[in-house]
């Protein structure tokens, strides 16, 4: 990208500027404005060009007479590269406008750096981040989150919808005057024909069909008329509105997909996959390689582009960390992603926001509860002591660097239904006097001697499991170790690689403890509450750790199959209350997510749904219009 930099601001009965060329490439056809407004007495709008800025070459522009109070700005677009000045002037004197930066770079488009590239734009077949967070620029959904609500659904292509009392039939409404970006209507069939393609094609490459599958089948989609649709699902799902806010279930123009390869089941549609066209607020411009993308906007959009938007978008692949960091400093990157470990050569630096959001990434420490296994773990109050023996804040500061949070029980914060867990705050403190009271109470007192020091549980040491290579849950295990010895519990921390520790879970039972994550799929309890806490019996114990409370696995089918929320809630509240006395994890922490940004950036909100981290149809770049001072 082109290199452009304004200095010498100044003004006296007008405003003076220099605009300096700060790369070794020269630039051609830069046009440049000089705008005052608010309540001048006097002040006028200048413009020109520079026909040629030579590399390290710069030029002084003027403009006219402007006297006066108000505030303004200096833009200067050399094609799709633009800086913006904010200045404030009091009389002949101007100042730099402050709150929104100095120099906005690119102010009609915003950057991102990443670290990775898309696998596919086809929402057929997407399940990984960074193809999710393009497409959902470019398709619609259903139903949506807006802003940082993540527990509201809100309409997006359908208006509103009902459900029927046996919570199998929805009847959805569709936004009337919708057209896909090649000017086709959107229509009820375009529904119909989009879901039902990802149940023929099978999403060959990420598998992710099965989001839609575990309720709908082909018949389940139903036209009713151009602007009504009605599904009927195989078996009612309390989480089926959640489904649908993921891209997997954006909408297509059938037409188009029809003229450009179709449906053939267990086939990768290559067009789709790399030429994506929906009614969403941008479409793609150009991608001359999966490294950069550039979307612009859909000028058929139907939520319109009154107000502040940028009308481009530009992904950029950065594998290097060095060049993601030097593009956020140097304003070329509007946002980018830097690790954890590596934020604090952004936190601190002039024009450079970091703050973290708590996402649905949840770490936790998975128990077997197998008697066969472990007699003393498969006893719920020893689990019970061990969560009071876990010092969580200690590892969210040392571990996770701070940037982590305490994690309730089975839902993430944020997450519909968390609230239902202590109303929303954590049940367990690190208290090692509480732990050896559960435990002495429990009649594991400290009576076995080994070489001088008495241990509980006749001397039997917990294996404490993480994968190799992961330092974070390498420090949690011995910090947890060190606090087991503390009192009367002999451990071993023991690292193996990912795929061996998984057969481990899996086909063993030569396992006592194991350091695991877990991510959402879409944005419904179900997928955390039913996979950890769930038995087996009712096809679920994702983690193997083999518990089962019979009245727990009546209430999670309960909230599963009701799309009633008093009763997903009273649901949620009996299974919270019961395991979480006997906990098959120790519910560790919240991941945070951050993507350090520049402080131009206005209206920026995170949603922690799945596909929708981001909405850059919601943000733009200071201006004119935001406040003076903040």
Known sequence: MNSIQIDDLKGGFGVRVVIRNTGDIGISDLTWSIDFGGVAKIGSYSSGTISMLSGFDEVVIRSGFVFGIGFGAVTVVANE??????????????????????Q??????????????????????????????????????????????????????????????????????LRPNVKFSNGNNFTAEDVKYSFDRVLRMGAPESGVDWILGQCMDMDSTTVLDDHTVQITLTEPYGGFLALLAVTVAAIVDKDYVEANGGVVPGETNIWMKEHPMGTGPYMMKSTENTSEVLLTKNPLYWGGWDGNHVEKVFFKTAPDLGERISALLDGVADFTYVPYETLWDVIGEEGIVVQPFDSYDVALLAINTKASNNEFLADGRVRKAFSFAFDYNTAIETAWDGYASRLIGAIPTGMPYYDTQ?????????????????????????????????YRFNGTTMQLFYNVGNLVREKMAVM????????????????????????????????????????????????????????????????????QNDTVDEKILDAKYSADPAVRTAAYTAAFDIYIQEPPYIFLVQQQYIRPMRDWIMNYRYNPAPGLNWNFYDYYKGGLDDTIFS
């Open 81 to 102: 590269f633009s800086v913006v000045q904010n200045y404030v002037m009091f009389g002949p004197f101007v100042f730099l406008k402050k709150g929104a930066g100095n």
């Open 104 to 173: 906005i770079k690119n102010h009609d488009m915003i950057v991102y750096y990443r670290a990775g590239d898309q696998k596919t734009l086809d929402p057929a077949d997407a399940y990984d981040s960074e193809s999710t967070d393009l497409i959902s620029q470019i398709y619609d959904t259903l139903v949506t989150f807006q802003g940082n609500d993540s527990q509201t659904f809100s309409p997006c292509l359908a208006t509103d919808w009902t459900v029927s009392v046996d919570s199998l039939t929805y009847t959805f409404h």
């Open 422 to 454: 202590n109303n929303g705050q954590p049940y367990y403190t690190f208290n090692l006097f509480m732990a050896e009271d559960i435990l002495d109470d429990a009649g594991y007192l400290k009576d076995y001697d080994v070489n001088g020091t008495l």
């Open 480 to 547: 947890f170790h060190d606090a087991l010895e503390d009192i009367g519990i002999r451990s071993s921390v023991i690292a193996e690689d990912w795929p061996s520790l998984l057969h481990r879970m899996y086909t063993t039972g030569d396992w006592d403890m194991v350091f695991v994550g877990w991510g959402p799929d879409y944005n419904d309890p179900d997928t955390y509450i039913g996979s950890f806490i769930g038995s087996a019996d009712i096809g679920q114990d994702t983690y193997n750790t083999g518990y």
